[in-house]
């Protein structure tokens, strides 16, 4: 079974840069396609930013031209570069199937963005 295991949230202030990070478990992790999903206090969790097969990715357009996902499969890793972040990105942040059956959720990771 696949474990996904999120990090590299933390606090800072607008306009500022993180990169999270999503290590996975399993042989077969490589074949799923990965997305980053976010959820914010009182909201439901959202799809923010994904791989949508053939190397493509696909972004919220609250987050396109801010937010870059890609993974390094050999690490079993997915990554998810937030630049230009804003207080409405305070969130946590998880990563999991972007299609298909969903895998056991990780801790997530939060990150909160200060203005």
């Known amino acids: 079974q696949v474990q996904l295991v999120e990090s590299g949230g933390g606090l800072v202030q607008a306009g500022g840069s993180l990169t999270l990070s999503c290590e996975a478990s399993?042989?077969?992790?490589?074949?799923?396609?990965m997305g980053w999903y976010r959820q914010a206090p009182g909201k439901e969790r959202e799809l923010v930013a994904s791989?949508?097969?053939?190397?493509?990715?696909n972004y919220q357009d609250f987050v396109k031209g801010r937010f870059t996902i890609s993974r390094d499969t050999a690490k079993k890793t997915v990554y998810l570069q937030m630049n230009n972040l804003k207080p409405e990105d305070t969130a946590i942040y998880y990563c999991?199937?972007?299609?298909?059956?969903?895998?056991?959720w990780g801790q997530g990771t939060q990150v909160t963005v200060s203005s």
């Open positions: 399993g042989s077969i992790f490589s074949i799923y396609v």
């Open positions: 791989f949508v097969g053939g190397g493509r990715t």
């Open positions: 999991n199937r972007a299609s298909g059956p969903l895998l056991s």
